[in-house]
């Protein structure tokens, strides 16, 4: 038996690799950006607002145009230079986050929504273009460790950047962390300005984008319903997300909990605490469980502890009224959900030829930022109808994705060994 290439090293692969390095150091400092606008916003509408719907409606507008323009945001992906549209993304989002500068009267929110829309839907290209480009800049035995890398910088970069971002929100005021973030997606485009990415050469139709657009899409759907093998990865964060959305979105209104007086210091330490989690998972998943045949019974497995570990938050919340120790319970749900997070990508990335992968991670997107929006929407609107406390919204969240857990190792576990054994799931 021909034994696999080793993998590198994170060092080794970010030391080695040029391209990857420069790709992971913009998305290093983007992300850094990303969480101090973040935690400022959500302090900015609970501010302005008072309303756990309002802020309900901020997680929304952050998914559901991103997941509506996901299929075009796709096909551009696939269409054009996925290195020229990671700038373009990072140049029009450093111009519209300056925009946030001028909201401060209650009669003004709408203008976050109206602000917060234009951001996503412009980065909303970014994600499938990073994602697809990845494979083609990393050799395929290393794609766990490249992935492993990115999780855990967006895992690093929330810690950091949501706890920097609570407390410059207080000492410094809502206008520096907007700047900050204005000028990190500068800096993240000068680095991949610098990256070399190779790409499938695509031969562009006669007809225009937007005339093209439904064909390439539906294109994109039929390569996924030919191959359930893919089906199934692209759905798997989606299935993560019925109970997960929620719970992150409730996560914030937890904070707020514990310490009114500086609720933009407590969020960014619980957010801080889902960063840390995100990060370790994967790290270790990659250590422990190497045999690829496992990884769909750890992604089951990892849903289902991601809702017990915020069914046990919101004990710990019950318990110990304003209390930090509820940090821990979540930083355990993320550890699992970043696991689940990264070895979907990683076994999508395999499975995907590089002229579809862009529209399938598109899809993907679609499907979870449509997934976590409903959830979030319901969750909200629980609470502001006074139907449950937060504490039972977040139990019954997390006992959601307990049951979504099940769900995957019931149907999809199964599925995903006949398939391996048949040698029906494809290979990029």
């Known amino acids: 038996m021909e034994t696999p290439p080793r993998q590198a090293g994170y060092v080794e692969l970010l030391r080695e690799n040029a391209s990857f390095r420069r790709l992971w150091t913009g998305t290093v400092i983007s992300l850094f950006g990303d969480w101090f606008n973040t935690i400022a916003l959500y302090s900015l509408i609970l501010k302005l607002s008072g309303s756990e719907f309002a802020l309900g409606a901020v997680f929304i507008t952050k998914m559901l145009p991103w997941a509506l323009a996901s299929p075009l945001a796709g096909i551009l992906a696939d269409r054009f230079n996925r290195r020229r549209l990671m700038i ?10 300056l925009g946030f500068l001028f909201v401060d009267e209650p009669s003004e929110v709408f203008l976050i929504y109206v602000l917060t829309t234009a951001q996503v839907v412009m980065g909303s290209v970014f994600q499938p273009s990073r994602n697809a480009s990845i494979p083609n800049i990393v050799q395929r035995h290393n794609l766990v460790t490249a992935n492993t890398i990115m999780s855990a910088t967006w895992s690093v970069m929330l810690a950091l950047g949501a706890a920097a971002g609570g407390f410059a929100v207080e000492w410094f005021g809502l206008r520096t962390v907007f700047i900050l973030d204005s000028a990190s997606y500068l800096l993240s485009a000068w680095f991949i300005y610098r990256t070399v990415i190779p790409q499938y050469t695509y031969t562009a139709p006669d007809d225009s984008l937007v005339r093209t657009a439904h064909k390439k899409v539906m294109e994109g759907l039929r390569h ?62 990659r250590a422990w469980i190497r045999d690829e045949a496992r990884w769909p019974l750890m992604i089951g497995s990892c849903i289902i502890i991601t809702g017990l570990g915020y069914i046990l938050a919101g004990w710990v919340a019950f318990l110990f009224t304003a209390s930090y120790l509820v940090a821990i319970p979540v930083m355990l749900a993320h550890t699992a959900g970043g696991s689940n997070w990264v070895f979907s990508t990683v076994l999508l990335q395999q499975r995907v030829v590089d002229q579809y992968r862009g529209r399938v991670f598109a899809t993907e997107w679609l499907l979870v930022m449509g997934m976590e929006s409903l959830s979030i929407f319901v969750a909200s609107l629980i609470l502001e109808m006074g139907l449950m406390t937060l504490i039972e919204v977040i139990w019954l969240f997390g006992g959601i994705a307990v049951f979504s857990g099940v769900f995957w190792l019931i149907f999809v576990v199964p599925a995903e060994k006949r398939d391996r054994l048949a040698g029906n799931i494809p290979q990029s």
């Open 88 to 97: 373009l993304s990072d140049l029009l989002r450093a111009v519209v986050v």
């Open 224 to 285: 996924m319903q030919q191959y359930p093998s893919i089906r199934r990865m692209a759905t798997t964060k989606a299935v993560w997300a019925m109970g997960g959305g929620a719970l992150v979105f409730l996560l914030a209104l937890l904070g707020e909990t514990i310490s009114p007086g500086e609720a933009s210091v407590s969020i960014g330490v619980l957010f801080a605490a889902r960063g840390i989690g995100t990060g370790i998972g994967p790290i270790l998943v």
